[in-house]
């Protein structure tokens, strides 16, 4: 099993560009979760999918972030446009249905918004 | 339970004892959870306790459960150089969404040899 994958694992980008961060989950996963960690607020949940379909997003930040997951393997977060205050380390975590919270995290996406 | 607390520094030396402390936020959680996040990884699921127990012992590992005072602790035994790592506290709320964890800032524990 190759766990979660996360593209790209490094992104360094200028104010005012977008940018689009990709997951693969794990094979079979029915929950699919994006979390931003920062020394300042620490983890912070996003926006998490149950069958593809979004359940919360309440933590999304504001209109400038958007995600989606159009199928079972494959979700994006976009970030439009991107400020210097969005560099963060970003997950992508997956879990099964039958145990939604034993979340399995993929390595993260540095960002660094210039 | 969004303020799950954790001191955010703890240093030890090899061979030790580490306690690591979290206070959650609602006395009905359900599960309480223990992740690791190792450098330039993401995080780990380490071990988890039911709220109807108040400890539970997998090898080095020791959490402790006082619902009284909604503390939780991960205490590892033997301390390796390899432990080094950040500790998130996480617990499950009655009445969130599934799936729904409310993780505390991390605990960045260094070992010295």
């Known amino acids: 099993d190759a766990g979660v994958i996360q593209s790209p694992r490094h992104e360094v980008t200028e104010m005012g560009q977008e940018v689009t961060l990709r997951c693969k989950p794990i094979?079979?996963?029915?929950?699919l979760f994006w979390y931003r960690q920062t020394m300042m607020r620490g983890l912070e949940l996003l926006i998490y999918?149950?069958?593809?379909?979004?359940?919360?997003d309440s933590g999304m930040p504001e209109d400038r972030f958007s995600a989606k997951m159009p199928n079972a393997s494959f979700s994006t977060l976009k970030i439009q446009p991107s400020e210097p205050r969005d560099s963060a380390v970003y997950f992508c975590?997956?879990?099964?249905?039958?145990?939604?919270?034993?979340?399995?995290f993929g390595p993260g996406t540095r960002l660094t918004v210039l | 339970g969004e303020d799950v607390e954790q001191s955010l520094f703890l240093s030890v030396r090899e061979g030790d004892s580490s306690v690591i402390n979290c206070t959650y936020t609602?006395?009905?959680?359900?599960?309480l959870y223990w992740y690791k996040q190792e450098p330039g990884a993401g995080l780990q699921l380490l071990t988890y306790?039911?709220?109807?127990?108040d400890m539970k012992q997998d090898q080095r590992l020791t959490v402790l459960l006082n619902k009284k005072d909604k503390h939780l602790s991960l205490r590892i035994a033997d301390t390796q150089t390899g432990d080094s790592a950040i500790y998130f506290c996480?617990?499950?709320?009655?009445?969130?969404?599934?799936?729904?964890?409310?993780f505390g800032r991390g605990t960045q524990l260094t070992v010295w040899p």
């Open positions: 975590a997956s879990s099964f249905r039958s145990a939604p919270d034993t979340q399995y």
């Open positions: 094979s079979g996963h029915d929950y």
């Open positions: 999918f149950n069958n593809n379909v979004p359940i919360d």
């Open positions: 609602d006395s009905s959680s359900t599960y």
């Open positions: 306790i039911f709220s109807n127990m």
């Open positions: 996480a617990e499950k709320v009655p009445g969130s969404t599934l799936g729904r964890l409310y």
